[in-house]
């Protein structure tokens, strides 16, 4: 399985080979936030569960 961050780094040259417009561009921003905010919150709940076992 490949990095996440491939996945990212490959729709961020589409996005920049395509000149995309402010509204596509804050879009991706607004996903890859939500993704990174996600990825931190299943890693605090592993951490948490381990301490508490």
């Given at each position: 399985?490949?990095?996440p961050?491939d996945?990212w780094?490959a729709?961020l040259?589409?996005?920049?080979a395509?000149?995309s417009?402010?509204e596509e561009?804050?879009?991706?921003?607004?996903?890859?936030?939500?993704?990174?905010?996600r990825?931190?919150?299943?890693?605090r709940a592993q951490a948490?569960?381990?301490r508490?076992?």
């Amino acid at each position: 399985m490949s990095e996440p961050s491939d996945a990212w780094a490959a729709r961020l040259e589409e996005q920049l080979a395509e000149k995309s417009d402010k509204e596509e561009v804050e879009g991706f921003v607004r996903d890859l936030y939500e993704s990174a905010q996600r990825d931190l919150d299943t890693q605090r709940a592993q951490a948490e569960f381990e301490r508490e076992e």
